[in-house]
């Protein structure tokens, strides 16, 4: 597998934004959604799967089955190839869909292959394989919170996914072992062990509030951790959205419905 060389910069802190530079006849692929702008010369086309290599020679029913296999991890049939079809380089733009960092994945320096959260891929060139990871054990498979299958991304390119707050990165020891809530993992290498584990005990367990179980990350390898998964953000949204009748829950204000009107939110 020989994927296409691109050139990158990265923009942004919080709200990033990853700019790839492309050559003639050159081409990035990328979720749908997370297209932001491109230059003139950009021909964008939508492709069944992630359009690898290895898939071209699989006739019609190997790129479906390759396709197909991306709904398991809730993505979508479909993926967007951009081409450079002019005769300069020419530029794209793929925008994170929520306030965190955007990792750029060098494949060769990770041995071929990177996992990780499902629905965390952003874009990479042409020649990268966007697969999924099956979990070969029942309790992670049970208990996963964020679910059993992973994305895999294979071959010799750049990958970029997207992470949501701020972003962590730990180097562990071969035994040395890293406990994570299951939502907060961005990827690992493909060399890392990973597994579920009960965190015990009846007052943990019901009031905690930080759920049954957490992940269990054994080394060697390296593992990227999120400081705010976008299950945990959205969680919060819902929960202080407006409620039937307009009504919404007041955080920290003792006059409730008054307060909204003192403080300005005269919405009705």
């Known amino acids: 597998m020989q994927a296409h060389e691109i050139d990158y910069k990265i923009f942004g802190e919080e709200m990033q934004y990853v700019e790839i530079e492309l050559d003639p006849q050159e081409i990035v692929i990328a979720e749908a959604g997370s297209f932001m702008m491109m230059e003139n010369n950009i021909q964008m086309e939508t492709i069944f799967g992630d359009g690898s290599q290895q898939q071209s020679g699989s006739g019609l029913f190997g790129k479906l089955l390759n396709a197909g296999k991306r709904v398991l991890t809730g993505e979508s049939l479909f993926m967007t190839a951009f081409l450079n079809q002019g005769n300069t380089k020419s530029k794209v733009s793929f925008a994170s ?10 494949l060769t320096q990770f041995q071929g292959k990177f996992i990780c959260q499902k629905s965390s891929f952003l874009c990479a060139a042409k020649g990268v394989s966007v697969g999924i990871e099956f979990s070969q054990k029942l309790g992670r498979g049970l208990f996963g919170g964020e679910g059993f299958i992973m994305q895999k991304i294979e071959g010799d390119g750049m990958a970029f996914v997207h992470s949501g707050g701020t972003m962590a990165k730990k180097e562990l020891a071969a035994g040395e072992v890293l406990k ?12 890392v062990d990973y597994d579920i584990e009960f965190i015990g005990g009846i007052k ?9 179980f957490y992940a269990t990350l054994k080394g060697p390898g390296t593992v990227y ?20 009748g307009g009504n919404s829950r007041e ?6 419905g008054l307060g909204n009107l003192l403080d300005g939110d005269n919405r009705f």
């Open 97 to 106: 869909p929520y306030p965190g960092k955007i990792l750029p994945i060098d």
């Open 225 to 244: 951790i999120q400081s705010l998964p976008f299950s945990r953000l959205a969680d919060r949204i819902i929960a202080s959205a407006p409620r039937s």
């Open 180 to 191: 994570v809530d299951t939502g907060c993992i961005i990827g690992f290498t493909k060399d």
């Open 204 to 212: 943990n367990s019901i009031f905690g509030g930080e759920g049954l």
């Open 251 to 256: 955080e920290g204000s003792l006059l409730g």
